[in-house]
């Protein structure tokens, strides 16, 4: 379970950088910010489920 988890906060974070890298381009593509940014956070939608499970077990 908590390796998971640890994969999830590992994905979250190199959408994180992937979203930096995109807006520092010259002239960032907006279409790829946005799917990013989405996965993102349906990562972090993921991450927040899980917590609340194990805090209510």
Not at 28 to 43: A, F, I, K, M, T
Request: proline share 2%; aromatic share 6%.
């Amino acid at each position: 379970m908590l390796i998971f988890s640890y994969k999830l906060t590992q994905l979250h974070a190199r959408l994180d950088e992937q979203i930096r890298a995109e807006i520092k381009r010259r002239i960032p593509n907006s279409l790829r910010l946005y799917r990013l940014n989405r996965l993102r956070l349906d990562v972090k939608h993921r991450l927040r489920a899980r917590a609340l499970r194990l805090q209510l077990n």
